[in-house]
């Protein structure tokens, strides 16, 4: 069932600066005239209503998007690289690698979320010329573009969810009541993954998701486990069938089981309101036993209708049930930041960074200024002049010389080696 996947994002890389010079006829030393590289593609996960499953990212794990090109001389721009859209089902949630955070909820169609953001291009040459410094031989290289793991988790949205344990006729019901076509079969645990249907009654239309069978410590992950209450959690009410043929287990029983594993799975899930069907009315074991059943339900405050999917005795009923009660529950839960507070992934803060030194040599860490190395042509000399001035201006210099730099030591950044001076 593809409905939970990992996987690898890399944005596009910057495209290098150019350190191209002019060549002009009467003119002894051209000006610089290379141009910056092109930006890096940024990486996006959007919502796609064409799409129901994350199936498509089950084999294919890495994703890369396009690199921008260098800078040219005339003071000519790369091109950009081009940006890559990894399509999900609406009720994708985001999240890091690991832990509970949710970093978008994907609801409607077209909300989408940066992922990775790509590198900026490199600087060419025309920026470094200075008064005292008019013909600069180099020139910044791209930015590398980020990259990451990243979670994709779909909760369905539907507005209505049908649980019971496994046989009590949920797929029945949904085939019933809408087009959808589940597998139904005799024996617990035919529905894998989770059915949809859409059901339309007088105006109201609705989306119904048949749950694969709950059974006793599902929410602790016995059985299909929270593979699929996850589903359940958007559902704005539940339908809960009880099997009232009491041929796998006693109906009483069933239904105190299903309202523990809600319960124990999420709090918020206790509280969905929920319509209680006592099903295969039509059997006559089902009718023998319905008085005591009602009795017994009634006594915890619960209000069952008895249907039968076959004869489709009380089914209307219980459609209109849900029809009334509908347009007066809140609308679908969602999770996490809203769309328009998540344009960009929540990334690291940039400027701090610190220097950790263990025996001879010196590390600096934190994302500015291993960008800043990563950005810099190290084999040039005048390059690596223009990065001590970077250095100083973030504070790297000072603090390193606080924790006892000398020259001839070596600084690790950003896997670099730099030999101090
Ligand atoms: N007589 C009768 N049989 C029913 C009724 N509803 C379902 N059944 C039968 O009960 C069995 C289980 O039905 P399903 O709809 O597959 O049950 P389910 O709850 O979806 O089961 P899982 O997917 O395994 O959780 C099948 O043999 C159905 O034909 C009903 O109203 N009357
Ligand atoms: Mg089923």
């Known amino acids: 069932m593809f409905d939970r996947v990992k996987v690898y994002v890399k944005a596009g890389d910057g495209g290098d600066g150019s350190p191209h010079l002019r060549r002009e006829m009467y003119v ?15 990486v996006y996960v959007e919502a796609d209503d064409q799409l129901n499953t994350l199936i498509t990212y089950a084999h294919k794990k890495h994703f890369k998007a396009g690199s921008g090109g260098r800078g040219l001389r005339q003071r000519q721009h790369g091109a950009s690289g081009e940006d890559l859209v990894l399509k999900v089902p609406p009720g994708t949630v985001v999240r890091p690698p690991e832990g509970d955070e949710i970093l978008a909820d994907l609801v409607q169609p077209g909300d989408r979320v940066l992922v990775a953001r790509g590198g900026r291009g490199g600087l060419g040459n025309v920026h470094f010329s200075t008064a005292t410094h008019q013909t600069p031989r180099f020139a910044q290289k791209g930015e590398p573009g980020e990259e990451r793991w990243i979670r994709l988790e779909l909760k369905l949205i539907a507005d209505v969810g049908i649980v019971g344990l496994p046989n009590a006729g949920k797929s029945t019901l949904l085939s019933v009541i809408s087009a959808a076509k589940p597998k139904i079969a005799d024996y617990p645990f035919t529905t894998l993954e989770p059915q949809l249907g859409v059901v339309q009654r007088d105006d109201v239309d609705f989306v119904v998701a048949d749950i694969p069978g709950l059974i006793e410590g599902a929410h602790a992950g016995a059985g299909l486990g929270h593979e699929f209450l996850r589903h359940v959690e958007r559902t704005r009410l539940l339908v809960h069938l009880v099997d009232g043929s009491g041929q796998l287990s006693d109906p009483l029983t069933a239904y105190k089981q299903i309202r523990n594993e809600l319960s124990l799975y999420a709090d918020r899930l206790a509280g969905v309101p929920e319509i209680v069907a006592v099903t295969k009315q039509d059997l006559p074991e089902a009718g023998e036993l319905w008085p005591l059943v009602q009795a017994e339900l009634e006594a915890l405050g619960v ?21 009334r009660r509908l347009p007066e529950l809140p609308p679908p839960a969602t999770f996490g930041p809203s769309p328009t507070d998540y344009k960009v992934f929540a990334l690291e803060p940039e400027d701090d960074f610190r220097v950790e030194s263990e025996d001879g040599g010196f590390t600096v860490r934190g994302r500015k200024v291993e960008r800043v190395i990563a950005m810099t042509d190290l084999r040039r000399p005048e390059a690596v002049d223009y990065l001590q001035g970077q250095l100083k201006r973030l504070g790297v210099t000072q603090a390193l010389e606080r924790a006892g730099v000398k020259s001839g030591d070596v600084v690790h950044i950003g896997g670099e080696e730099l030999v101090w001076e």
């Not at 039968?308 to 005795?313: E, L, P, R």
């Open 303 to 323: 209000h069952p209708l008895a249907i039968s999917a076959v004869t489709h005795q009380g089914v209307d009923q219980l459609l209109d049930e849900i029809a």
């Open 28 to 42: 002894p030393h051209g000006g610089p005239d290379g141009g910056d590289g092109g930006r890096g593609g940024s």
